[in-house]
């Protein structure tokens, strides 16, 4: 599979400002161009691309994605320092995820009390 950049941002839902920019940021690895300097995407771009939007989803920085990505360049010495990079970013998530669920059931206890209020007062 080689996709240009064009149906690369099309099947990623990246758009493809965003994918220059994280090529230029050095976020986005391995992206290889053709003889006339054109970017080509394959396989393993877009297993980075969902892994940095996961990433990018849940809070972490382009700085720490950068970071990560350079200890990635660096080789298997660096696996410790990465999977302790994923640790915390997975206890952050965590905490935020558990903060969101106390407050969806914040947002179901009002709902609930409405459906009370609701059958009490019989509005249409």
């Given at each position: 599979?080689?996709?240009?950049?064009?149906?690369?941002s099309?099947?990623?839902?990246?758009?493809?400002?965003?994918?220059?920019?994280?090529?230029?940021?050095?976020?986005?690895?391995?992206?290889?161009?053709?003889?006339?300097?054109?970017?080509?995407?394959?396989?393993?771009?877009?297993e980075?691309?969902?892994?940095?939007?996961?990433?990018?989803?849940?809070?972490?920085?382009?700085?720490?994605?950068?970071?990560?990505?350079?200890?990635?360049?660096?080789?298997?010495?660096?696996i410790?320092?990465r999977k302790?990079?994923?640790?915390?970013?997975?206890a952050?998530?965590?905490?935020?995820?558990?903060?969101?669920?106390k407050?969806l059931?914040?947002v179901n206890?009002?709902?609930?009390?409405?459906?009370?209020?609701?059958?009490?007062?019989?509005?249409?």
């Amino acid at each position: 599979m080689l996709l240009s950049i064009k149906e690369f941002s099309q099947k990623t839902n990246v758009s493809e400002y965003t994918l220059r920019f994280y090529e230029k940021e050095g976020v986005l690895p391995f992206v290889n161009r053709t003889d006339s300097g054109r970017r080509v995407y394959n396989e393993q771009n877009l297993e980075w691309i969902e892994f940095i939007t996961a990433l990018r989803e849940t809070g972490m920085s382009l700085s720490e994605i950068k970071r990560y990505v350079n200890l990635y360049k660096q080789g298997n010495s660096t696996i410790p320092e990465r999977k302790q990079m994923m640790l915390d970013h997975k206890a952050k998530v965590q905490k935020q995820l558990s903060q969101t669920l106390k407050y969806l059931e914040k947002v179901n206890y009002k709902l609930a009390l409405y459906d009370v209020m609701l059958q009490q007062v019989r509005l249409p």
